[in-house]
């Protein structure tokens, strides 16, 4: 197997790279995420203190989905928020999930990746310089090139939270 960020044939060179990042975290976390049951996938830790893989796929999700309508430049929909969010609950932590199935929040993210995708192809490198805000007030800046690779690094740390919790479940 080749590993490479080859960007993708109807994007422009360097938004194709960054969406090829972002496609292969998603790989890696269908990868990371298969075969886990639906207690591991419901499971907070040994001191049952820590996010589960369903409250941080959703999160992932929710966040990924934020970036694709600031990228469009357009608000994002009500009906997809009350879907999909919030983005944290009334105690500042991710919301709770409880018997989702791992299919499901697969399924629904890579939904959010496929829009990603369609956004992407509709952009091109100039446009990665433009500016966007983010953050619970959208009182952070950034430009659209960061956002993508924030896409992905976001995806990687979470990941690594997944796969401790693996580590923990089998114990």
Known sequence: MLFDLKGE??????VGML???VKENNQRLKLI?????QEEVDYKG?????????QLIKHLLYVDLNWVYRIKGVPLPDSLKEAHGPMIDDNNRLPMVKGLSLNLLISNYESVIEMLRHTCKQLNDENLDDIVTFGYENEKRA?????LWHIADHSRYHQ????????????
């Not at 995420?33 to 049951?37: D, K």
């Not at 430009?143 to 956002?147: A, S």
């Open 33 to 37: 995420t298969e075969g886990m049951t």
């Open 143 to 147: 430009t659209i090139r960061w956002g």
């Open 46 to 54: 040994p001191a049952n203190s820590q996010n589960t893989t369903a």
């Open 9 to 14: 044939p109807e994007m422009s060179p360097i």
């Open 160 to 171: 690594a939270n997944i796969n401790q919790l693996r580590k923990w479940y089998k114990e």
């Open 19 to 21: 969406f090829s990042a």
